[in-house]
């Protein structure tokens, strides 16, 4: 060993690396900054909820070091933990509200999800003829959903729940909630079953199943990842929906982005519950978000990459 | 069995239809027993097509149901809607629909606001390609060798969870408050005397845009994220052994093998932005001045306001027609651009 190196960097590579280094940096600026900008109306918000009246005007922003968090805002709501075993309107009425949030995403996912699947796996395996459509003909159908702005359908679909008494109803808004996530459904499990290889269910027919037994031993399985991200999306979807909770219900069936939004309008009301009412909205979606992050983005890309 | 719960359905239906028009009464409060009838008949017809047609029959049971699902809800609403839009009908007044022929379109036709909100429409839409090029900016970086991409990921996946409504509050009416919030502070500190996002007609135009911008960005980053992680790395080390820089690299060989899913991207991008309302109607709701309206929260007031059903279906209509014109042309040009040059 030698202390005289041989192999030198020449000062060509050295530069390289300098601006290979800077080009680094810009990127890791770019994406903090962006990073800051994502979060930072989070961040603020859970804050807010924490603030009292003096903190919110001052503009204080660090808990603990400009202020101290108070349960002014969760109070309000019956949320905080010493209002929690109390009676309390405001937090049922929040509960009600999330309850109904909950359970008409839910179901209106699943039913989606159920629909979607089915009606894509039989356009991705079977060629049909309905009339004059053919397979593409339906595929568009579907598709074409998508183009339909909500607005057209609102105003004849509440004639329409006027008269079947379906306003103001859970059911309601879940029907219409499951048409309007149908076709992002069909789209990501078009792609999902148009990737498992025919084979599969041939040997399975072979074997002696039907062709619905099939589908659900043997391809449901496979397809299953497919149909988690097609739920996870729909569920954001319906569970932000606002505009038609807003036109069609009213006191039994509100959603919780009717509530927020209601609560928007009112100049009474303080900032700290406001913010904790909002904050309190958005939680599960953060949850759902950071958990399963995975499966929306891949239920996203779906139909980005053919 | 189809043809006979067919007949029971066209025989309540009729039932009900004669109630409606006064001449017998049968004791019924609403529409739902049509709705049962065609429920029923909608299982039989499914039922049936197995016990008629077999095997070819359990086929058509995949998409049958999503199909008679649809139509129900779409078609049946939109040719409803047909009726409706030429009828002046005010759900608040007793009288009713009254048919008025083609007064809604001469209405519409003067209707300022309407135009309004269309040009408004347009302006939207055009902040898309802004948005895009932010998106791609930010897929780019996600693309290259980093750390702690999982959070990034993460980080820049929120926005496009949170409700719009939530989300307006946030930062609609407690971060851009002029004397208050954080945006307004910070850019008084930046020497803007009197920060008020949602005074001037262009500003707050241009607020709207940001905020909708921040919901959707995510989402247009992980379609052309996709995209660039569907690149073979060849491509790339090949550009850098010809010589090219990374800026002609990207411009030469990334650009145009990303142009089918930059397209895609855009064009569902413009779909979501067609149906663009909760954010304006819980900020702004139109003002200042129908400024910030979108023709979806404008038909939605109008409809809160007056609750006239007729003329606010006529403009949707004519929005959905306006709508498939111009999606049609877009896709058309969209397939010229995106199929390869030979």
Known sequence: MTDTQIFHDSPVDRAFRAKRFSGRLAIYALLILWALICLFPIYWTLTTSFKMAPDVMKGHMVPWVDFTPKWLGWKSLGLSPDTLGDESTVRAEFLKRFSNSAIVSVVSSVLAVVLGSLAAYGLSRFSYKFAWMRNSDISFFFLSQLILPPVVLALPMLVLYKELALLDTRIGLILLYTLSVLPIVIWIMRDQFSSIPTELEEAALVDGLSIWGAFLTIILPIALPGMVAAFILSLVLTWNEYFFAALLTSTHSNTLPVMVASQTGSQGISWWSMAALAWAAILPLIVIGVVLERYIIKGMAAGAVK | ?342
């Open chain 2, 1 to 342: 069995m189809i043809w006979g719960s067919g007949a029971i359905m066209l025989a309540v239906a009729a039932a009900q239809s004669l109630q409606a028009v006064g001449s017998a009464g049968f004791g019924f409060e609403n529409w739902r027993p049509t709705l049962y009838a065609y429920v029923t008949w909608a299982i039989c017809l499914c039922w049936g097509q197995v016990l008629m047609h077999g095997e070819h029959g359990k086929r058509t049971l995949f998409v049958l149901p999503a199909a008679l699902f649809v139509i129900s809800l779409t078609v049946f609403p939109l040719l409803f809607g047909l009726i409706i839009a030429f009828s002046d009908w005010n759900l608040s007044s007793p009288d009713g629909r009254q048919f008025n022929g083609l007064d809604n379109v001469w209405q519409m036709w003067a209707d300022p606001f309407y135009w309004n909100a269309m040009l408004n429409m347009v302006w939207y839409v055009l902040a898309i390609l802004v948005e895009y090029a932010i998106a791609f900016g930010l897929a780019l970086a996600l693309n290259a060798e980093i750390r702690a991409r999982k959070f990034f990921r993460v980080a820049f996946l929120l926005p496009l969870m949170l409700s719009p409504v939530a989300v307006s509050w946030m930062i609609g009416k407690s971060m851009l408050e002029p004397r208050f919030g954080p945006i307004a502070r910070l850019g008084r500190a930046l020497g803007w005397d009197d920060p008020s996002f949602f005074g001037s007609p262009w500003i707050a135009k241009l607020t709207i845009m940001l905020m909708d911008a921040w919901t959707f960005i995510p989402f247009m980053m992980i379609m052309i994220l996709a995209g660039l992680q569907a690149i073979p790395k060849e491509l790339n080390e090949a550009a850098k052994v010809d010589g090219a820089n990374g800026w002609r690299a990207f411009w030469e060989v990334t650009f145009p093998l990303m142009l089918p899913v930059s397209i895609t991207a855009i064009l569902i991008r413009i779909i979501f932005k067609l149906k663009l309302a909760d954010i304006v109607i819980a900020v702004t709701s139109g003002g200042p001045g129908g400024a910030t309206d979108t023709v979806t929260s404008f038909i939605f007031r109008e409809y809160r306001d007056r609750s006239n059903v007729g003329y606010g279906t006529l403009l949707a209509m004519v929005y959905l027609v306006i709508i498939i014109i111009a999606m049609t042309l877009l896709m058309k040009l969209a397939d010229r651009i995106s199929r390869p040059r030979t």
